[in-house]
T-cell receptor, first 111, second 117 residues
Framework: GEDVEQSLFLSVREGDSSVINCTYTDSSSTYLYWYKQEPGAGLQLLTYIFSNMDMKQDQRLTVLLNKKDKHLSLRIADTQTGDSAIYFCAETTGTASKLTFGTGTRLQVTL | EAQVTQNPRYLITVTGKKLTVTCSQNMNHEYMSWYRQDPGLGLRQIYYSMNVEVTDKGDVPEGYKVSRKEKRNFPLILESPSPNQTSLYFC????????????????FGPGTRLTVL
């Protein structure tokens, strides 16, 4: 079955690194995604990783995938106040017609 | 500007009064989907459509209907709304289905906040 879990809340100081974690149960995941939702807005894709990769770096963002443990993480370096948002991990499996989202992690960046 | 639009953005209604939330995209995307967002539950898929006249149930389809008569539009219909359908609703579209690969990046609308009294 498909179940994607995240911790609900993370608070970090500006300039520190943030690490948002996600666990999933479906071992047939093909792509895993990180979306960002700013207050009052829809979701926007931040980055993604294909299941045969274990790391992807994109500027301040680093995605780590541990397929054995079904664990995905998003690291944001030098976190800024503009990074305050809800972050969702998501996965597609099989035919990929269905996207399953996690519960979302609210990131609060303090000065 | 490439975008997904939803209307209305906010709606307060009463139990049993039929309503429709419209969704339109101008990116010529094959795939469209509806989600609801509830605190602590994340986003859950209601229905999706791979193309015109093709729709499928997501995880929480009960109490909802959709139609896909044109490629650009994918309305969500609540025939008899109930208070447990109070939620934040998002429409999304994706070029998935036309690309032949399993990558499914979705583009989201701004959301519709629905309250059913």
């Amino acid at each position: 079955g498909e179940d994607v879990e995240q911790s609900l809340f993370l608070s970090v100081r500006e300039g520190d690194s943030s690490v948002i974690n996600c666990t999933y149960t479906d071992s047939s995941s093909t792509y895993l995604y990180w979306y960002k939702q700013e207050p009052g807005a829809g979701l926007q894709l931040l980055t993604y990783i294909f299941s045969n990769m274990d790391m992807k770096q994109d500027q301040r963002l680093t995605v780590l995938l541990n397929k054995k443990d079904k664990h995905l993480s998003l690291r944001i370096a030098d976190t800024q106040t503009g990074d305050s948002a809800i972050y969702f991990c998501a996965e597609t499996t099989g035919t990929a017609s269905k996207l399953t989202f996690g519960t979302g992690t609210r990131l609060q960046v303090t000065l | 500007e490439a975008q997904v639009t939803q209307n209305p953005r906010y709606l307060i209604t009463v139990t049993g009064k039929k309503l429709t939330v419209t969704c339109s995209q101008n990116m010529n995307h094959e795939y469209m989907s509806w989600y609801r967002q509830d605190p602590g539950l994340g986003l859950r898929q209601i229905y999706y459509s791979m193309n015109v006249e093709v729709t499928d149930k997501g995880d929480v389809p009960e109490g909802y209907k959709v139609s896909r008569k044109e490629k650009r539009n994918f309305p969500l219909i609540l025939e008899s709304p109930s208070p447990n359908q109070t939620s934040l609703y998002f429409c999304a579209s994706s070029p998935f289905g036309a690309t032949g690969v399993s990558y499914n990046e979705q583009f989201f609308g701004p959301g519709t906040r629905l309250t059913v009294l």
